[in-house]
């Protein structure tokens, strides 16, 4: 599946996401918008999806051999990659832990705003909301450093490689088995997605027994279940991206060598399946400012106040409506 057009098609996606991304930067670091908690945690998540486009670059459109000048094609790509595999692998790792807790706390968040609305205003502030961040950056750095370690580079008079070092499923069984199978899908997969799910499934009844006395409720209150609607999309935009990859990520768990030990055929189908999980990765982290541009009005009249020459009030409802 490594195709002109496949390579294009990332090239694409990654652009429009980029723009799409430093948009909502623009629109989330608003002073209007800085009021409301959910307005940090959606800043922060444009941010950590801008670095992913970025570093999607050369993790996911550079390996393309149309790419690279014909003749030294070999050696710089391989020199490239090595570079890659080496040092910004980690960093795209550490960006997508980042972009799964993120997603975990602005789930919690509107959970406690339509479960629990009498605590949200207490339970997350702009401050709070800005500590919780530190503490997910921190803490994803601590947790994927280690991954600077999986492989080893080496130089020789014309280009550069890697060899696995900890990535070295025979030698170093114990971190193949323990962190890069285990512990990496618990706390990646199964621990987030399980938090997710449970907290929308009581959003979601929440919502549906209120749309049914939808007269009752205060404006403020609906603009919560707008934005909440909105956010659910989201979320579920962001599990069904990020399926196929937790899919893999087991296979490749469980039978180390799949994908290159294989039969040609089964190789070819497994890196089919790999361009499109990597493109889905991708397309998640384009598809969000997308979804505000549709649901939200607050977040579309920000966007022409920054293409209208006239000088626009500030916007003083809620994120919504």
């Given at each position: 599946?490594?195709?002109?057009?496949?390579?294009?098609?990332?090239?694409v996606v990654i652009v429009v996401g980029c723009l799409g991304n430093l948009l909502s930067l623009y629109v989330f670091s608003r002073p209007h918008m800085r009021?409301?908690?959910?307005?940090?945690?959606?800043?922060?998540?444009?941010?950590?999806?801008?670095?992913?486009?970025?570093?999607?670059?050369?993790?996911?459109?550079?390996?393309?051999?149309?790419?690279?000048?014909?003749?030294?094609?070999?050696?710089?790509?391989?020199?490239?990659?090595?570079?890659?595999?080496?040092?910004?692998?980690?960093?795209?790792?550490?960006?997508?832990?980042?972009?799964?807790?993120?997603?975990?706390?602005?789930?919690?968040?509107?959970?406690?705003?339509v479960c629990r609305p009498l605590q949200v205003r207490a339970c997350y502030t702009p401050r709070k909301s800005a500590?919780?961040?530190?503490?997910?950056?921190?803490?994803?750095?601590?947790?994927?450093?280690?991954?600077?370690?999986?492989?080893?580079?080496?130089?020789?008079?014309?280009?550069?490689?890697?060899?696995?070092?900890?990535?070295?499923?025979?030698?170093?069984?114990?971190?193949?088995?323990?962190?890069?199978?285990?512990?990496?899908?618990?706390?990646?997969?199964?621990?987030?997605?399980?938090?997710?799910?449970?907290?929308?499934?009581?959003?979601?009844?929440?919502?549906?027994?209120?749309?049914?006395?939808?007269?009752?409720?205060?404006?403020?209150?609906?603009?919560?279940?707008?934005?909440?609607?909105?956010?659910?999309?989201?979320?579920?935009?962001?599990?069904?991206?990020?399926?196929?990859?937790?899919?893999?990520?087991?296979?490749?768990?469980?039978?180390?060598?799949?994908?290159?030990?294989?039969?040609?055929?089964?190789?070819?189908?497994?890196?089919?399946?790999?361009?499109?999980?990597?493109?889905?990765?991708?397309?998640?982290?384009?598809?969000?400012?997308?979804?505000?541009?549709?649901?939200?009005?607050?977040?579309?009249?920000?966007?022409?106040?920054?293409?209208?020459?006239?000088?626009?009030?500030?916007?003083?409802?809620?994120?919504?409506?």
């Amino acid at each position: 599946m490594e195709t002109v057009w496949l390579a294009w098609v990332f090239v694409v996606v990654i652009v429009v996401g980029c723009l799409g991304n430093l948009l909502s930067l623009y629109v989330f670091s608003r002073p209007h918008m800085r009021t409301a908690s959910i307005s940090v945690f959606l800043c922060a998540l444009s941010f950590v999806d801008l670095v992913l486009l970025i570093l999607a670059v050369p993790t996911f459109v550079a390996p393309y051999e149309q790419f690279w000048e014909y003749g030294r094609l070999d050696t710089r790509r391989s020199t490239f990659l090595a570079h890659v595999w080496k040092f910004v692998y980690p960093v795209n790792l550490t960006m997508q832990t980042c972009s799964v807790y993120v997603m975990v706390m602005i789930t919690l968040e509107r959970w406690t705003a339509v479960c629990r609305p009498l605590q949200v205003r207490a339970c997350y502030t702009p401050r709070k909301s800005a500590f919780i961040l530190l503490i997910i950056f921190t803490s994803a750095c601590a947790y994927n450093f280690i991954r600077f370690f999986e492989y080893r580079l080496k130089h020789t008079k014309n280009f550069a490689y890697v060899t696995t070092w900890l990535r070295d499923s025979e030698k170093y069984w114990w971190y193949y088995v323990g962190y890069y199978t285990v512990l990496y899908n618990l706390t990646h997969f199964l621990i987030p997605f399980s938090i997710i799910a449970v907290a929308n499934v009581q959003i979601i009844v929440v919502l549906y027994r209120s749309s049914q006395t939808r007269h009752k409720l205060t404006g403020q209150q609906q603009r919560e279940h707008s934005t909440t609607l909105m956010l659910l999309c989201v979320t579920m935009v962001f599990v069904s991206c990020n399926t196929l990859p937790f899919i893999l990520n087991i296979v490749e768990g469980v039978f180390p060598n799949v994908f290159v030990s294989s039969g040609e055929d089964d190789i070819l189908i497994a890196n089919t399946m790999i361009d499109i999980s990597n493109l889905l990765v991708v397309l998640n982290s384009t598809s969000t400012f997308v979804i505000y541009l549709f649901f939200s009005r607050k977040y579309c009249q920000t966007v022409t106040g920054l293409f209208n020459l006239k000088q626009q009030r500030p916007l003083r409802y809620s994120f919504m409506t």
